[in-house]
């Protein structure tokens, strides 16, 4: 059975999001290690989502939003 999987471009989502300013900051987060998706530490560019619609927990440090994504 094959499952529905997307790679969501994280620097998209944090600027969408109104978490980061530019898509370069929010790399520059990513490469700081400030960013967390669920929990889980973010560095990579790209996220695996495996279900969608989803509501993901979206920090940036401090700054947290709920997040769905389509």
Known sequence: MKQNRSLQNVDRLLLTAGLANSKGEAQRK?????????EAVITEPRYILTTAPITLTVRLG?????VTVT
Do not use: A, F, N, Q
Request: no cysteine.
């Open 30 to 38: 990513r490469s700081e290690k400030v960013v967390r998706i669920e």
């Open 62 to 66: 401090k700054r947290v939003k709920l």
